[in-house]
T-cell receptor, first 115, second 113 residues
């Protein structure tokens, strides 16, 4: 069975500092990996996705993520955090084809940004 | 900008009552998903539709939950009777055929008292 672990429940950073959110997955085949962001009381917005090819993927809002098969990781990074980045971030794994939207999510990481 | 519409945004219901949520996907999106997100956890898939057909409802508690998408467009998720443990955010998402991104609605926050 597939699973996703986000080891950090809550991370606090200062505005302008760099950010890395960790994600480890377990999946029997080639994983399709996603990062979503959720503002309080809102739905999920896709930040970026990895299917194949270049292991460093760029997303919206200045985010990037690196796929490391040997470590079963897909960590999200941003070089300089803005106050508006405060939200909850979810890593997810899924299959391809007709199963693209059938995702297994991690429990999420809440990001707090201090001015 | 096209978006997935859900209503109501918030719902408070008493234990043992029936409750229903509605979702209108992005126009033309054949695949529709209902997810449940318990506070402090990530979303969990309840049911997937392809047009009007259920593709996967293996995680749907069928003794009390039902979902339909009669004309292959909008969808309704029903709970009867509601239990305290059903308190959660219910998210609807849709995806166009041949694409990889599912778009999520803003969700319905259910509180069972």
């Amino acid at each position: 069975a597939q699973s996703v672990t986000q080891p950090d429940i809550h991370i606090t950073v200062s505005e302008g500092a760099s950010l890395e959110l960790r994600c480890n997955y377990s999946y029997g085949a080639t994983p399709y990996l996603f990062w979503y962001v959720q503002s309080p009381g809102q739905g999920l917005q896709l930040l970026l996705k990895y299917f194949s090819g270049d292991t460093l993927v760029q997303g919206i809002k200045g985010f990037e993520a690196e796929f490391k098969r040997s470590q079963s990781s897909f960590n999200l990074r941003k070089p300089s955090v803005h106050w508006s980045d405060a939200a909850e971030y979810f890593c997810a794994v899924g299959a391809g084809g007709t199963s693209y939207g059938k995702l297994t999510f991690g429990q999420g990481t809440i990001l707090t940004v201090h001015p | 900008e096209a978006e997935v519409a859900q209503s109501p945004r918030y719902k408070i219901t008493e234990k043992s009552q029936a409750v229903a949520f509605w979702c209108d996907p992005i126009s033309g999106h054949a695949t529709l998903y209902w997810y449940r997100q318990i506070l402090g956890q990530g979303p969990e898939l309840l049911v997937q539709f392809q047009d009007e057909s259920v593709v996967d409802d293996s995680q749907l508690p069928k003794d009390r939950f039902s979902a339909e998408r009669l004309k292959g467009v909008d969808s309704t998720l029903k709970i009867q009777p509601a239990e305290l443990g059903d308190s959660a955010m219910y998210l609807c998402a849709s995806r166009a055929t041949g694409t990889s991104e599912a778009f999520f609605g803003q969700g319905t926050r259910l509180t069972v008292v």
